[in-house]
């Protein structure tokens, strides 16, 4: 028996519910479906153990076909609707992981042995869509996130993507021993209040990773000492929304810009950062500014609607992201952020950047 949890069962009700819809429908910034913008599905590409099957839309049946176009089975449109239907009851009604024993026998009808199939590049389902503005018809390949579980993380904690803070002040061994011990609730938040407190300020000082450094340099050249100011802001406890704590950044002005201008630069810059991270940026690995999900992103909406922030409303995409997401605290042990050290005779302290959607 198959047991997955919400998120991973998502990511096959999209698989399902195209194929019973035929069409995928556009987004705009706040999530509503554009009624008069989307995308005729043509057919679904999905790699098992190293064989790519073609889920294709003859409306109104599905033609199952291998990769020498033989036609392995035919369905019709409305049995896909049917179990997407019967899989979002199970996902909403579900905690934790899960089987689903009536949609594992539907799986093997349709000779779909795994719930995420193996990507064909880095996205997680492959589409071949009626490109409206070419009049071709185009592969893509999207990433999902799924609403009917726990928001899930756009950019994934590590000591990768610690930055690191010189302590400007004085302090002494008592005062040092004071912050580290501090173990409130909010401990993060009170041992920067310390700190403060003590008369001292943080000033960014570098990265724990390099890679991650130069990647975050690809959005911009002073991108790190952005972020790293939006992070003292957010672990002050000035808010999480990055759409809040925006307009604080531009107060603060790290990057001496002249702020009399009308230029939203703090924001334009945080959009890109986004944008990258979701299509294709990761920590450790050389950014070549290359999106993987060369279509963009599926959501599936609370009620289970699906829709997609195609490339083409990139606009929207931006917007979306920015709305959305917060930043949020990961174990402070794990990945060694949160005390003061000394380095060089020097003070410092790590602070650790997560990304999550709302």
């Known amino acids: 028996m198959i047991t997955q949890n919400k998120g991973e069962w998502s990511e096959l009700y999209v698989f399902l519910k195209l194929l019973g819809d035929g069409v995928l429908y556009a987004a705009d910034a706040d999530l509503n479906k ?3 913008l989307y995308y005729p599905l043509i057919e679904i590409l999905r790699k098992e153990d190293e064989q790519v099957k073609h889920f294709v839309n003859d409306s109104p049946n599905i033609e199952v076909k291998d990769d020498m176009g033989n036609i392995l089975l035919k369905l019709p449109m409305l049995e896909f609707e049917t179990k997407a239907k019967i899989l979002l009851d199970a996902i909403k009604k579900s905690d934790s992981t899960f089987a689903v024993p009536e949609i594992e026998d539907f799986m093997n009808i349709v000779q779909c042995t795994k719930v995420k199939a193996d990507s064909l590049d880095k996205s997680d389902i492959s589409l ?6 070419t009049l071709r018809e185009e592969l893509f390949g999207f990433s999902i996130k799924s609403r009917l579980g726990s928001a899930s993380t756009l950019l994934n ?7 690191i803070y010189k302590i400007a002040g004085d302090l002494s061994e008592e005062q040092i021993n004071e912050v580290n011990k501090t173990d409130t609730r909010a401990k993060l938040r009170d041992r920067l209040l310390k700190i403060k407190d003590y008369g001292c300020k943080l000033l960014f000082a570098g990265m724990e990773n390099e890679n991650f450094k130069a990647n975050l340099q690809m959005v911009d050249s002073a991108f ?26 531009r107060a603060i002005n790290p990057c001496k810009l002249n702020t009399n201008m009308p230029h939203l630069y703090y924001e334009h810059k945080m959009k890109n950062f986004l944008t990258d991270i ?3 940026m990761t920590p450790a690995t050389t ?12 959501i599936v909406r609370e009620d289970g609607e699906i829709l997609c922030y195609h490339l083409y409303n990139h606009n929207e995409f931006r917007e979306y992201l920015f709305k959305n997401t917060r930043f949020d605290t990961p174990s402070a042990s794990r990945y060694e952020f949160g005390s003061i050290y000394q380095e060089n005779g020097t003070n410092h302290i790590k602070l650790n950047l997560q990304v999550r959607f709302i």
């Open 128 to 133: 071949v869509l009626h490109d409206c503005k």
């Open 224 to 249: 790190p000492l952005i972020i790293s100011e939006y992070l003292v802001q957010y672990y002050l406890g000035k808010g999480s929304l990055i759409s809040e704590l925006t307009p604080k950044v």
């Open 157 to 163: 904690p590590g000591k990768t993507t610690n930055f």
């Open 278 to 280: 979701a299509l294709g």
């Open 34 to 36: 554009i009624e008069d």
């Open 287 to 298: 950014w070549t500014g290359e999106y993987q999900a060369t279509g963009g992103y599926i």
